[in-house]
């Protein structure tokens, strides 16, 4: 079955540090796609990045980088020099293609806490 | 720009009450989910609807049912509210269930059942 683990449930750093996020995923589908969501203190869900299961290269945004890695099942984000702003919770998610009825779910992980101190 | 709209945002009810929480999205998008939000759980989908007429379980869908009124409109009942319902609800919509495409959030429901 698939499944989304972030096994960090709270993260705690001082601003400027670098700070990595783990996200291990399970599937069997040769197919899908994996997502990290932001969720800051307002409550609302922003999406960040998505990542097909052909691509592994690693993306940068800005502060923000992305390691997929296939032989490991782990799509892990890195914040560099972290700041107060990005203390949030981060989910990592899950989508693929149910069966031949073409139906996407879409799961996630447990989330992470991340708190940056100044 | 409303994009999911969700209602209402906070809610309190007695243990056996029933009650919906409604959902609707400006998008014009095919699929529309609803997800629980509960500490050390991440968010957990209840139901979700990859298209206008069709419904699936998700991974908690005891104790719920949804309705897809319309391609704009996907509502969550609770016929018999318990405690363990007590939660965050999120609805979210996206193009298709294509799994590529990205998820849209409402900004949640508070729920309390005591």
């Known amino acids: 079955a698939q499944k989304v683990t972030q096994a960090q449930t709270e993260i705690s750093v001082v601003e400027k540090e670098d700070v990595t996020l783990d996200c291990v995923y399970e599937?069997?589908?040769?197919?899908?796609?994996l997502f990290w969501y932001k969720q800051p203190p307002s409550g609302e869900l922003v999406f960040l990045i998505r990542?097909?299961?052909?691509?592994?290269q690693n993306e940068i945004s800005g502060r923000y980088s992305w390691n997929f890695q296939k032989s490991t099942s782990s799509f892990n984000f890195t914040i560099t020099a972290s700041q107060v702003v990005d203390s949030a919770v981060y989910f990592c998610?899950?989508?693929?293609?149910?069966?031949?009825?073409?139906?996407?779910?879409?799961?996630f992980g447990q989330g992470t806490t991340l708190q940056v101190k100044p | 720009n409303a994009g999911v709209t969700q209602t209402p945002k906070f809610q309190v009810l007695k243990t056996g009450q029933s009650m919906t929480l409604q959902c609707a999205q400006d998008?014009?998008?095919?699929?529309m989910y609803w997800y629980r939000q509960d500490p050390g759980m991440g968010l957990r989908l209840i139901y979700y609807?990859?298209?206008?007429?069709?419904?699936d379980k998700g991974e908690v869908p005891n104790g719920y049912n949804v309705s897809r009124l319309n391609k704009r409109e996907f509502s969550l009942r609770l016929e018999s509210a318990a405690p363990s319902q007590t939660s965050v609800y999120f609805c979210?919509?996206?193009?298709?269930?294509?799994?590529?495409?990205?998820?849209?959030f409402g900004s949640g429901t508070q729920l309390s059942v005591l």
């Open positions: 990542r097909n299961s052909f691509d592994e």
């Open positions: 998008m014009n998008h095919n699929s």
């Open positions: 998610a899950l989508s693929w293609i149910q069966g031949s009825s073409n139906t996407g779910k879409l799961i």
């Open positions: 599937t069997r589908d040769t197919t899908y796609y």
């Open positions: 979210a919509s996206r193009v298709g269930p294509h799994e590529a495409a990205k998820l849209f």
């Open positions: 609807s990859a298209s206008e007429g069709t419904t």
